[in-house]
C-alpha cells in the first residue's frame, strides 16, 4: 500500500515547485478544484488547467486536454478526477516528465501511485495540496 511523503519532503516539493498542472480543474468558481487552483496561484505558482471539456481561459491560463499537451517543465501534476480515472493520468504525468502526481483528498487508486512511483515520480495520494502548503508553508495573503 502507497505510503505519502514525510512532511519535509512534502515541504520541499511545494517550495521547489513553480507550475503545477492541475488535471480537472473547472472554471466554475464554486468547485473545490477552482478554488484550490485560484489558492495556489495566489500563493505564487503558475497553475495550467488540463480539461478537455474546456476551451476558454481558465485563472487567466489557456487550458490543455491532456498533460502530455504541456511543452514546458511541470513540477505537480495535481489530479481531480475520480479514482478510477488515475490510470491514464498517472502514465500521461510520467510521459510529461513531471516530478510529481499529487492525488486530491479523497482520490485513491494504488496502481496510478505505483505506476508513477516506478517511473521515479513523488506521489502524494489522498491529501490536500491547499491544506498542506497552509500547514507547511504558512499562510500566504491573498
Not at 29 to 44: C, D, E, F, N, Y
Not at 107 to 128: K, S
Request: proline share 5%; glycine share 6%; charged share 20%.
Amino acid at each position: 500500500m502507497h505510503q505519502n511523503p514525510g512532511e519535509d519532503q512534502l515541504k520541499a516539493m511545494l517550495t521547489k515547485a513553480k507550475t503545477i498542472a492541475v488535471v480537472g480543474l473547472s472554471d466554475k468558481p464554486h468547485r473545490t478544484s477552482h478554488m484550490i487552483a485560484q489558492a495556489l496561484q495566489k500563493a505564487g505558482y503558475r497553475i495550467i488547467p488540463v480539461n478537455p471539456a474546456l476551451q476558454e481561459p481558465v485563472l487567466g491560463e489557456q487550458p490543455y486536454r491532456s498533460v502530455t499537451e504541456i511543452e514546458e517543465a511541470i513540477d505537480i501534476v495535481n489530479v481531480f478526477r475520480r479514482s478510477e480515472h488515475c490510470v491514464p493520468i498517472a502514465r500521461d504525468a510520467v510521459a510529461a516528465g513531471a516530478k510529481a502526481i499529487w492525488f486530491q483528498q479523497g482520490v485513491i487508486n494504488e496502481e496510478a501511485a505505483v505506476l508513477a512511483q516506478d517511473a521515479g515520480l513523488t506521489v502524494v495520494m489522498d491529501r490536500c495540496i491547499k491544506v498542506d502548503h497552509a500547514i507547511l508553508l504558512g499562510r500566504t495573503s491573498t
